[in-house]
């Protein structure tokens, strides 16, 4: 059974920073494209950035310059580097991905449980 599990989330004040980690276990093969998403109260889920196996990145316009994506394919781990965070970043923030197991014959999307991020004075 393969799970994401993601940790580093908490309370930091505005202009601060924040790691936050996704590790990927079970019984894992391959990983394909990881993704960080998130949901602020009473709005949609966006996605905030994705990383290939191969290690290309892409961000959402909100965070560029300010978040890293980046992954440890050893460790099946993925990471966000959040600084200079702002207010309007305050979040849970999920772990997706689309992995390949030995049950399945596909890649199938899994996701994390989440981990809150507030950012506040």
């Known amino acids: 059974q393969v799970q994401l599990v993601e940790s580093g989330g908490g309370l930091v004040q505005p202009g601060g920073s924040l790691r936050l980690s996704c590790a990927a276990s079970g019984s894992i093969v391959r990983i394909n494209a990881m993704k960080w998403h998130r949901q602020a109260p009473g709005k949609q889920r966006e996605l905030v950035a994705a990383?290939?196996?191969?290690?290309?990145?892409n961000y959402a316009d909100s965070v560029k310059g300010r978040f890293t994506i980046s992954r440890d394919n050893a460790k099946n781990t993925m990471y966000l580097q959040m600084n200079s965070l702002k207010p309007e970043d305050t979040a849970v923030y999920y772990c997706?991905?689309?992995?390949?197991?030995?049950?399945?014959?596909?890649?199938?999307?899994?996701w994390g449980q989440g981990t809150q991020v507030t950012v506040s004075s």
């Open positions: 990383i290939t196996s191969g290690g290309s990145k």
């Open positions: 997706n991905a689309d992995i390949l197991s030995d049950t399945y014959v596909y890649a199938r999307n899994y």
